[in-house]
Structures are given as C-alpha cells and as structure tokens.
C-alpha cells in the first residue's frame, strides 16, 4: 500500500497551500482519513482527520485546535484522494506533514515538507 503525499512547498505567512494524498488502496465509507504533521524538535501531531465523507455527508471531522478555521480537510471518493486545504498559514505551520488512512491496518505517506517565511 502506498499513500502518495503532494502539495508542500514555501509560502509567506498568510498565504495557502493544498496538501493532497493519493491511496493505492480505497477510500471507504468507514475509512479513516488524516493529516499529521512534525515540526522540527517536536512529535507528530493529529493536524486534522475526516470520516464518513466529512460533516456535509453525516461523517466527522476534527481538528487541532491550533488550525481550527484555518485548515480544512475533505476527500473525494471517486478520485480517491483526500486533501488538506491550508489558509492563513503561519510560521509555526511549518512542518513535514504526513497523510495517514486507517482501515484495520494503518499506513503513513512518505510526508511532504511546508514551509512558511514570516
């Protein structure tokens, strides 16, 4: 199984990046979808994790409190992916940030670097 990771790049603060995740595996009803990130020093932390489709079909979704009304996560069945819509960033956003999809296994992306200039 592999969970391709595109997206990353330099940005000013303020400024928006989309982070998308492409599973070789399906993305189902009962799939649990998620962005980590880890900053330099620090542990991988939950950014942000989306569930049966999201609020708008009935699903769940939950974010850090650090990104809340910031970030925004959301996946696409038909295409398979999920993504990590990232406004207003700021510098402390500044991470490798890794997709992950649970099913009864669980498997990491390869992590994709954002990095945002004050």
């Known amino acids: 199984v592999q969970l391709q990771a595109s997206g990353g790049g330099l940005v000013q603060a303020g400024g928006s990046l989309r982070l998308s995740c492409a599973p070789s595996?399906?993305?189902?009803?009962?799939?649990?979808l998620s962005w980590y990130r880890q900053a330099p020093g620090a542990q991988r932390e939950l950014v942000a994790r989306?569930?049966?489709?999201?609020?708008?079909?009935?699903?769940?979704?939950r974010y850090a409190d650090s990104v809340k009304g910031r970030f925004t996560i959301s996946s696409d069945r038909v295409k398979n992916t999920f993504d990590l819509q990232m406004d207003n960033l700021l510098p402390e956003d500044t991470a490798v940030y890794y997709c992950?999809?649970?099913?009864?296994?669980?498997?990491w992306g390869q992590g994709t670097l954002v990095t945002v200039s004050s």
């Open positions: 992950n999809v649970r099913t009864n296994r669980e498997y």
């Open positions: 595996i399906g993305i189902y009803t009962s799939t649990i």
């Open positions: 989306i569930s049966g489709g999201g609020r708008a079909r009935g699903g769940t979704e």
